[in-house]
């Protein structure tokens, strides 16, 4: 593998929406929105759940993993995309942009993982009830989690190092919102046969695998659903799998998209949307998705501000 020495370029140029000069306000406004949101939202999660002795259960301490994981997923990208839609030339160094690639793939990486370990969870719970303390014991929910960052993190070295390995020569011009592997790989002046048969590989491993698993769980949980006596009961469990599915689906669909093929034919604004996607919208929904629609958090985030009042009237 070759160093950065061999490369000419030191620093990199990240053209995001710079073609709609016209929109860049705007999208600067909804973007900083979305970011205030999605950290408000999953840092509350955390809080409330550190804070709430009775949400200290696998599902919740998942749960709160997760919030980590989103909020700084979304943290990796949105602040230096901020700065790119209110620049004419935003550019990155060569270190810079190899740490925003290292902690996008760490933390998505990170995710993948965690949420096959979710759902996994859920599936003993629903469909295991009387074995699930045993199933879900407080040293295998360690394991799954520890697993998902040590995975996370083994993936985003070997990535990110291998990436920067091949040689930059320019142009140095990124048409993309962030330094995400396949925008990058696009500028390197070598061969990448072997690395795109790593990148396909892993791909299926990383991301394949888990949302399999994912589907193979909540398909025995929507059996075991249809048991149910309770109508009542059907239709809420429909109405909170269905939500999970789509947030599950959106991540894993639109990033196997990206990185299946990383010098894909797609044009640069289809592969900007779908990276802002598994990027942005779904750190966003996900505190949506798994905590607002469910009874235990909405009782610990009353209770949460119902102490904060109390306090502030003493």
């Known amino acids: 593998m070759r160093r950065q020495n061999d490369s ?12 709609l000069p016209e929109l860049q306000a705007h999208m600067f406004g909804a973007f900083l929105v979305i970011y205030l949101m999605t950290v408000t939202g999953n840092a509350t999660i955390v809080t409330v759940i550190f804070l709430d002795q009775s ?15 989103e909020a700084s997923f979304s943290t990796a990208i949105m602040p230096e995309m901020l700065v790119v839609l209110t620049s004419e030339k935003a550019t990155i160094s060569f270190w810079g942009c190899f740490a925003q690639m290292y902690f996008i793939l760490l933390f998505g990486g990170t995710e993948c993982f965690l949420l096959g370990a979710m759902a996994y969870d859920r599936f003993a719970a629903i469909c295991h009830p009387l074995s699930y303390p045993v199933i879900m014991n407080k040293r295998v929910f360690v394991k799954l989690v520890m697993c998902s960052w040590v995975l996370g993190i083994m993936v985003a070295t070997v990535q990110t190092t291998w990436v920067f390995s091949f040689p930059f020569c320019g ?15 696009e500028l390197a002046c070598a061969d990448t046969f072997l690395f795109e048969v790593y990148a396909f590989t892993g791909t299926i491993l990383i991301v394949m695998v888990p949302f399999l698993l994912i589907l193979l769980s909540y398909t025995r949980i929507l059996f075991t659903i249809l048991k149910m006596p309770s109508s009542t009961g059907r239709q809420k469990a429909f109405s909170t799998c269905a939500s999970h599915l789509t947030s599950v689906t959106l991540f894993y669909g639109t990033a196997c998209m990206t990185y299946l093929q ?11 949307l779908m990276s802002m996607a598994y990027s942005l919208l779904t750190p966003l929904l996900n505190p949506l998705i798994y905590s607002l629609r469910n009874k235990e958090m909405k009782k610990a985030l009353v209770k949460l501000w119902e102490r904060k009042v109390a306090l502030h009237t003493i």
């Open 262 to 272: 990383p010098k894909s034919r797609y044009s640069p604004d289809t592969k900007k």
């Open 8 to 19: 000419s370029v030191t620093e990199f140029i990240l053209l995001g929406f710079s073609h």
């Open 171 to 185: 142009p140095s011009k990124i048409n993309h919102i962030s330094c995400e592997t396949p925008a990058v790989l």
């Open 55 to 69: 949400l200290h259960i696998p599902m919740y301490l998942f749960l709160q993993n997760l919030s980590v994981v």
